[in-house]
């Protein structure tokens, strides 16, 4: 009995948390704190479920630490996709398999899955309220990136477009789209170009429009023909890749610490691995163990160390991308069946 209202008490005197930011990183970090009893409560700016800028291919994540996070069973229908094919200004170049099989589903389902997982077990989501990035004591942020001038435009919508594999990949002179599957028989579109303030175009026909002026008109004639998911369309411009400008003193996780350029599917695996690593630390911090400042050091040097290598990588092979010669270069490589995928991939991961 003793013993019992010991434990009552420490759990009564278990500090509060907040979390910015109700997408990947937000509410898989919620979900981990409150499966240990951590009060949290998420602010997020939008409502669910919502369509998000997300390629929605997910490798390089295990299952471990999905179990971790105590999410692995909220993927459970979610498709594995294990071939690949890139293509360059519509012409084939490589085909190839994953060495593990990515999950593909939608941010749509996703996002509502979590949103359920963490209310359900007791944790408290403030929708349609915005938070402001000021450093506080048991203040996370997980809101994403934050509005800066960039170069970068995103452009997603959910189609009924068959692929010629579970990952199609199709980069042209200003930049570079993917398709991958989820739920229903929709196909995902996600593109990430070159920001072009000129482009005569608006809303939906902004997606084939940009591939078009990149060289890809294939696929923007069959984007332009196909059947388009109500509402799926979404748009995010302003924004850079890699780490991020940080604020002083304020934790930020996910997208709000660091992007990885999109063409390397890892970027929702890197919100579940960030969610990860912050866990721990924060749970320290909840139950009285360490001070405020020491958390905030330990985290940021968990993901300094965890991403670095993979963020220079991506860093590197996105300026490739863009490049005319470099992108000859791979495929004639791809020709001659000698373009070292296999040893890339793990870079990237």
């Not at 898989?28 to 499966?35: F, V």
């Not at 997910?58 to 299952?63: D, F, Q």
């Not at 060289?215 to 984007?223: D, E, M």
């Not at 579940?272 to 905030?296: S, V, Y």
Request: hydrophobic letters at 45%; a positive charge; one cysteine or more.
């Amino acid at each position: 009995m003793a013993r019992d209202a010991g434990r009552d008490s420490l759990a009564r005197l278990k500090r509060s948390l907040t979390i910015a930011g109700g997408g990947l990183a937000g509410l898989s970090l919620a979900i981990a704190l409150r499966s240990r009893g951590v009060p949290v409560t998420v602010v997020e700016v939008g409502n669910y479920p919502r369509h998000r800028v997300c390629g929605e291919f997910i490798s390089g994540v295990t299952v471990e630490t999905l179990s971790e996070l105590r999410i692995a069973d909220l993927f459970d229908g979610a498709h594995h996709h294990i071939s690949l094919a890139w293509h360059d200004l519509g012409r084939r170049f490589l085909t190839d398999t994953l060495p593990v099989p990515a999950l593909g589903i939608s941010r749509f389902a996703l996002d509502e899955r979590l949103r359920l997982r963490f209310t359900g077990i007791g944790g408290e989501l403030i929708t349609g309220s915005r938070a402001r990035p000021e450093p506080a004591e048991g203040l996370v942020w997980a809101a994403g990136r934050r509005p800066r001038p960039g170069r970068w435009i995103g452009l997603k919508a959910h189609v009924r477009l068959p692929t010629a594999a579970d990952l199609e990949m199709h980069s042209g002179t200003n930049g570079y789209a993917g398709l991958a599957g989820v739920e229903d028989g929709w196909t995902n579109v996600c593109g990430l170009f070159l920001l072009d303030r000129e482009m005569d175009a608006k809303g939906p026909d902004l997606l084939p429009a940009y591939l078009d002026a990149g060289g890809n008109s294939r696929l923007a004639a069959a984007l332009r023909a196909a059947e388009w998911r109500e509402g799926s369309f979404t748009t995010v411009a302003g924004f850079e890749l890699g780490r991020q400008t940080p604020v002083p003193g304020l934790l930020c996780v996910g997208d709000a610490e660091s992007m990885i350029p999109p063409f390397t599917g890892n970027g929702m695996s890197m919100a579940f691995q960030a969610a990860a690593l912050a866990a721990d630390p924060l749970a320290e911090w909840a139950g009285g163990r360490c001070a405020w400042q020491e958390t905030r050091t330990a985290i940021h040097g968990r993901l300094r160390r965890g991403f670095r290598r993979r963020l220079a990588a991506a860093a590197i092979l996105h300026r490739g991308l863009l490049h005319s010669g470099i992108r000859s270069a791979a495929g004639s490589l791809a020709a001659a069946g000698i373009l070292p995928f296999r040893s890339l991939l793990p870079l990237v991961r």
